[in-house]
């Protein structure tokens, strides 16, 4: 059974830091792309970060560019890994539900746009609050 389970969300000052972790289970990691995706009240699901398992290579979205690193923690045997997204210098609208998810990489997939629709297990959500 795939399992993502995010954790580390919270409340923070606007310029305050957060780790956020997503625990992934039930799939061969390797072979799928992990994204981080947030959802602010009233607004759509948008893209935030993603990394492909295989060979590292992440992806940022404008607004994270600079403040935001995504890394992964492979474990030998794909039973349990662990997508990291270390946030720094947050903001007020980083404030948003931090959802992980996960996609299949496979050559129709345009890693770059995080398309919402791409994804096809997701985890829980966890709160991230930005106090001004």
């Known amino acids: 059974e795939v399992q993502l389970v995010e954790s580390g969300g919270g409340l923070v000052q606007a310029g305050g830091s957060l780790r956020l972790s997503c625990a992934a289970s039930?799939?061969?990691?390797?072979?799928?792309?992990i994204g981080w995706f947030r959802q602010a009240p009233g607004k759509e699901r948008e893209g935030v970060s993603c990394?492909?398992?295989?060979?590292?290579?992440?992806?940022?979205?404008?607004s994270a560019k600079g403040r935001f690193t995504i890394s992964s923690d492979n474990s030998s045997d794909n039973a349990k890994n662990t997508v990291y997204l270390q946030m720094n210098s947050l903001k007020p609208d980083d404030t948003a539900v931090y959802y992980c998810a996960a996609v299949l990489l496979n050559p129709t997939l345009v890693v770059t746009k995080m398309e919402v629709t791409d994804y096809d297990y997701w985890g829980q959500g966890t709160q991230v609050t930005v106090s001004s």
């Open positions: 990394i492909i398992s295989s060979d590292g290579s992440t992806v940022y979205a404008d």
């Open positions: 039930g799939f061969r990691f390797d072979d799928y792309v």
